[in-house]
């Protein structure tokens, strides 16, 4: 009996010789790059950018050639242009980001959750007005639109998987076709078939009936997949234990899915609280805090921002920037909810 | 134990039924009813978009389609005077067409190879944190693209569209007479483009990731690399998916209002021209004339708002043909 013990190795992993060489290929490609650009007439960070991508092809071509034929050197393209792809996805996200962050900066004060645009116009000092109307707003029309989608859409869900009737095929094809429906012609059916013909003016009851016809598919579908990974047996012991199916979904098969509805409704969520087609035609925008969503015009938070976009003056796109800051952190925190619940789910 | 003197009752026969419980009956009616909510919601959007817009449509009939003349007229007593408006959104369509198209052939290269690398290149810890990023992305709200694509990329995309053109004007698809490149179809394909990249690659990550894992190792065990087991096996695998993904992608870009709004310079005239600033996008239109439009016009606009429906429900429907023929495929 030796001592030897054996220690677990990563054979792929990559040697400081191998990563030197990596170092070694991007520094040449730069090199070339900036050599491109100096003696011809290509100017510009486009140009580098491009170039800088050819020479690394070619840098990585070559050596793999070299050492190991032209398969290897085929494998190093297509690595190169699938790590771009990730790079030219990334690019604009980060551009997001910061712009936001640089941009709703500005604008951002404690007062802007204390006050609403009644006694100041767009135009106004920074300091001054607020957004907490439209907060107000997009919170009850969110909460309408949740109130009416999410019974429908779980029950959907629950047709789905749990009943799994004549309809479910054609059903499940419509849900999917209704997740496309263009949010403007949401807003346009219900201008058409409520505003014009019953209530003749716009409320926040019609903002929130027009995001619910956009939840909808998003809960139901959401939901959906979550009822397909609750296991069988539990539904088998729900049934073998004298269980009616209402009883063994409503006590067994629903509360071990819990976690995953809630996240399906999070997304809901996050779907429709930056919509803004719909709102600017069936919710009108008021400047005041409006509680009553059967009456008068209701602002909102994209409607806010769209107001100051398309108002145009430096202060009035300040504003904006910082309600898409405001708007932005609201969706980021639901979908932080929505993982963490998802993902505790998962581990039980 | 003695106290069991009493003779012993055998229960009567069991009633067996596989009738459903009256609890039950009403659950799968409530179920069913909310099921079938999805049919009910399509149907009535058909229904009141199609009543609102049937008198437009007759009086245009196929012209309404064909035609690229937005005019209101108006009699005397100032009513609109229907047969001599005309109504034709044929301008919109196209440029709503010319961008969405333009979007995808940006962004489908782009995607694929994201997905690719996600699925195949990417160290496990960068997977998860790009999955969880371009998820949060495709919940980004319509009009940060809109205000982003105006103030920060449409510079840069005009310098673009100004190199193209200086290099591939011979192209008929990037010719141009007079040199306006601001809010041209191109930036409002790039912005477009920027938007449907989440669903794309999600949905191609999604198809790769079900590549059966027996072939990809059949394939490196007979001394394939990455790239040629990517060639032989993932991408026959996925093509359709990829397909499928790409036409949910043209469904969004078609039906997308706010950010197009936003960059896109709307003009009455079928421009075939991608670099020139002027377009259309019949999402955009409807919000551009709601603000203003009379009775009339507002009927005219519901009926744009069906063509444009059914377009998206069109083009829809095929993609999810297609992505949930693919899933679980072998071959």
Not at chain 2, 17 to 36: E, H, I, Q, W, Y
Request: charged share 10%.
């Amino acid at each position: 009996m030796s001592n030897l013990t054996l220690k677990p190795t990563k054979p792929w992993k990559r040697t400081p010789k191998q990563q030197l060489l990596i170092a070694v290929n991007l520094l040449v490609a730069a090199a070339i790059s900036f050599v491109i650009v100096l003696v011809t007439p290509m100017k510009g960070k486009l140009a580098y950018l491009l170039l800088f991508f050819i020479s690394t092809i070619i840098v990585n071509f070559a050596e793999n050639y070299f050492k190991s034929g032209i398969a290897a050197a085929k494998d190093s393209i297509a690595t190169s242009f699938a790590t771009a792809g990730l790079i030219i996805v990334i690019v604009p996200i980060f551009s997001i980001l910061f712009t936001i962050f640089e941009r709703g900066r500005a604008g951002l004060n404690f007062g802007l959750f204390l006050h609403d645009m009644k006694s100041n116009g767009p135009n106004d000092p920074l300091g001054q007005g607020g957004l907490l109307h439209a907060l107000v707003g997009s919170g009850i029309m969110v909460g309408i639109a949740l109130l009416i989608s999410l019974p429908i859409g779980i029950l959907t869900a629950i047709y789905l998987t749990e009943i799994k009737g004549i309809f479910s095929r054609p059903i499940k094809f419509l849900v999917q076709a209704m997740s496309g429906v263009p949010s403007i012609v949401a807003g346009l059916f219900i201008l058409s078939a409520v505003v014009f013909p019953i209530t003749k003016s716009s409320s926040g009851l019609m903002g929130g009936l027009a995001l619910s016809i956009l939840m909808i598919p998003t809960i139901a579908r959401t939901s959906e997949e979550v009822l397909l990974l609750i296991p069988n047996d539990l539904r088998e012991a729900g049934i073998a234990l004298g269980g009616t199916q209402w009883r063994t979904i409503s006590l067994i098969v629903v509360p071990a899915a819990k976690s995953g509805l809630i996240t399906a409704t999070i997304l809901g969520l996050a779907r429709v609280a930056g919509e803004t087609a719909p709102l600017i035609l069936v919710s009108g925008g008021g400047d005041a805090v409006n509680p009553n969503p059967f009456h008068s015009p209701m602002g909102s938070l994209p409607f806010y921002i769209w107001k100051g976009f398309t108002f145009g003056t430096p202060e009035s796109i300040a504003r904006s920037w910082a309600g898409i800051f405001v708007l932005l952190s609201i969706i980021f925190l639901l979908f932080i909810a929505a993982r963490t619940l998802s993902g505790s789910g998962e581990k039980k | 134990m003695s106290e069991d003197k009493s003779p012993i009752t055998t229960p009567g026969k069991r009633e067996l039924t596989n009738k459903p419980r009256f609890s039950d009956k009403v659950f799968r009616g409530v179920a069913t009813a909310g099921g079938l909510s999805s049919l009910v919601i399509l149907g009535l959007i058909l229904i009141f978009l199609g009543y609102q817009g049937f008198q437009v449509l007759r009086s245009e009939g196929f012209g309404f389609i064909t035609g690229s003349n937005w005019q209101v007229i108006q009699d005397n007593a100032g009513n609109t005077d229907l047969s001599a408006s005309s109504f034709g959104i044929a301008a919109m369509l196209v440029g709503t067409l010319l961008c969405a198209a333009l979007a995808v052939s940006i962004a489908v290269p782009i995607s694929v190879l994201c997905a690719l690398y996600l699925t195949f290149y990417a160290p496990q810890f960068l997977k998860k944190i790009m999955v969880a990023i371009i998820d949060l992305m495709a919940a980004f709200p319509s009009i940060l693209f809109g205000m982003w694509g105006f103030f920060v990329l449409m510079p840069h995309v005009e310098y673009w569209a100004k190199l193209i053109h200086k290099y591939f004007s011979w192209i008929p698809l990037f010719k141009m007479e007079i040199s306006v490149f601001t809010r041209s179809p191109f930036v409002a394909g790039v912005v477009l483009a920027i938007m449907i990249i989440p669903i794309i690659t999600s949905v191609s990550r999604e198809i790769f990731s079900q590549t059966p894992l027996d072939r990809v190792q059949a394939a490196y065990a007979l001394g394939a690399t990455r790239w040629s087991m990517i060639r032989a096996v993932v991408i026959p695998y996925g093509k359709s998916g990829v397909v499928g993904g790409a036409m949910l992608g043209l469904g969004r870009a078609m039906g997308e209002t706010v950010a197009v709004y936003t960059v896109l310079n709307l003009v009455y005239q079928i421009n075939w021209h991608v670099l020139i600033g002027a377009g259309g996008n019949v999402a955009s239109m409807i919000l551009l004339k709601f603000g203003e439009a009379g009775p009339t016009e507002t009927r005219a606009l519901m009926a744009a708002g069906l063509v444009l429906f059914l377009l998206t429900l069109l083009v829809n429907s095929i993609a999810n043909t297609i992505v949930s023929r693919t899933g679980g495929k072998g071959r």
